[in-house]
């Protein structure tokens, strides 16, 4: 039973293009969590997803970043026209249904993709 | 070896020592705890949670206490080994809304 897989697990851009990353949920779940964690700092939540729909953007910055989870498919977190400040680790987390992080509902994070932008 | 408050993020503690990690959460109305701990180049692994109707539960060589007087979570590891050198963050959830806030993290380092 694989786990959440992101890909790529590395990533380099130079400032302007867009980087793309993806998600795949754990089988099963179709609940899925972009966090964003900047070096030695905790996670950020950035937005929660089910298929189709945008649950909750509240840690969307307004410009430039933009997520959907298509019927079929992985989610994909879009970043336009990158900046110094959007290297980071982006972790994605898939959960069973709507109860939350709660163990019971199978929240599991995956490794994250590395973004470095020169 | 304990670390108090978020000061010190790092805590180096001797190998078969207890230790203790404090976490300040910062929401009077999560009412969901979880202590993750992170591997040098892996997403956050699930250790042990708690709900806020609780103030003690304990797992496998861990043990996660909350206040929620003064809004205080800690983690417990018993008899620490290698393994367990990593950065463990506390996370809070407000009514499985699926949000997570993280707390800012302490380095744990174990010394053979």
């Known amino acids: 039973n694989a786990g959440v897989m992101q890909n790529p697990r590395h990533l380099v851009r130079r400032r302007g293009q867009e980087a793309r990353l993806r998600c795949s949920p754990m089988?099963?779940?179709?609940?899925v969590y972009w966090y964003r964690q900047l070096p030695e700092e905790g996670l950020k939540f950035m937005v929660y997803?089910?298929?189709?729909?945008?649950?909750?953007e509240s840690g969307m910055p307004k410009e430039r970043f933009s997520a959907e989870f298509p019927k079929e498919g992985p989610s994909i977190l879009r970043i336009q026209q990158v900046v110094r400040g959007d290297s980071a680790a982006y972790f994605c987390a898939s959960s069973r249904s709507a109860g939350g992080p709660t163990a019971n509902y199978g929240y599991t994070f995956g490794s994250g993709t590395r973004l470095t932008v020169v | 070896g304990e670390n108090v408050g978020l000061h010190l993020p790092t805590l180096s503690v001797q190998e078969g020592d207890n230790s203790i990690i404090n976490c300040a959460y910062s929401?009077?109305?999560?009412?969901?705890f979880i202590w993750y701990k992170q591997e040098s180049g892996k997403g956050p692994q699930f250790i042990i949670d708690i709900r806020s109707n609780m103030d003690k539960r304990q797992g496998q060589r861990v043990t996660v206490l909350l206040n929620k007087t003064v809004k205080h979570l800690s983690l417990q590891i018993a008899a620490t080994q290698p393994g367990d050198s990593a950065v463990y963050f506390c996370?809070?959830?407000?009514?499985?809304?699926?949000?997570?806030?993280f707390g800012q993290g302490t380095t744990l380092q174990v010394k053979p």
């Open positions: 089988k099963g779940h179709s609940h």
């Open positions: 929401n009077s109305a999560s009412d969901y």
């Open positions: 996370a809070e959830n407000s009514s499985n809304t699926g949000k997570l806030i």
């Open positions: 997803l089910q298929k189709e729909n945008i649950i909750d």
